[in-house]
């Protein structure tokens, strides 16, 4: 086994703090861009419909409506923080947990014992090769998250999980919030959408993609009434910067 180390250490923290996400619905977001935008609409989803739920993103991470202290944070920590953010999730209250998920924390048993029930590939494009040196191993290493999930929400991507498999496209809702502006956003909230809708709380979605105050980083527009648009976007893959200037021009 690769990284058997790490896998051993993983779960002994899973047990160490109890295995909580036995207690909870945990849901899982990977692919190469969009992963931030698309587990803060799901975790804004589940708030709205009134569950009281835990997020763990490259931006911040959140048990209900508090904000956590991660000190020094990557997308997934270390399963010794990973884990007793889960138990501090359950210890109040929590029902779900939101958790955006990189090859690098799949490839190194990082979320081990997460006990994912819905996995969402939100897309797969050329990244990381420094580490993972062909694109094939790097699909292999997203492709772990949907090992026992319950439910696969996918773009047009064809893998055989075990499991119930939600293709998703494009958001047709006509009123989205200027911070979700562009086609790629289109498709995070499809793919949110999805989500919702195995959850059978797909009625709160409209309000929250129209209300949703953006992500930190994420297309963020800075206005100090300045003579020229400025935007803060941490597009750092080719497809995202694309799709990022693409908007922009109209």
Excluded at 57 to 70: L, Q, W, Y
Excluded at 106 to 115: A, E, H, I, Y
Excluded at 230 to 243: R, S
């Amino acid at each position: 086994m690769k990284n058997w180390y790490h896998w051993l250490r993983s779960w002994f923290w899973v047990w160490y703090y109890g295995y909580p996400a036995k207690k909870l619905i945990v849901i899982g977001v990977t692919g190469t861009d969009g992963k931030t935008t698309t587990a803060t609409l799901i975790y804004e989803i589940l708030k709205a419909a009134g569950y009281k739920t835990g997020l763990v993103s490259t931006v911040k991470a959140m048990i209900g409506e508090k904000e956590v202290d991660m000190e020094l944070h990557v997308t997934n920590p270390d399963a010794a923080v990973l884990q007793k953010l889960l138990r501090k999730m359950v210890d109040e209250g929590c029902t779900h947990a939101v958790l955006e998920v990189t090859s690098h924390g799949l490839d190194q048993n990082r979320v081990v014992g997460c006990n994912f029930y819905i996995g969402v590939l939100t897309n797969i494009t050329h990244e990381h090769l420094d580490y993972h040196g062909t694109m094939e191993r790097y699909i292999a290493a997203k492709m772990k998250l949907f090992r026992g999930v319950k439910y696969a929400v996918l773009p047009n991507f064809q893998i055989n999980p075990n499991a119930q498999i939600f293709k998703f496209e494009k958001s047709k809702i006509k009123q989205i919030s200027p911070s979700l502006a562009g086609e790629y956003n289109r498709y995070n909230i499809g793919a949110a959408e999805a989500v919702a809708k195995i959850l059978n709380i797909e009625k709160v979605v409209p309000l929250v993609a129209q209300s949703f105050s953006g992500v930190p980083g994420r297309r963020e527009e800075v206005k100090m009434g300045q003579n020229f648009r400025c935007i803060v976007d941490f597009a750092h893959t080719p497809n995202a910067l694309e799709q990022l200037l693409k908007s922009l021009r109209g």
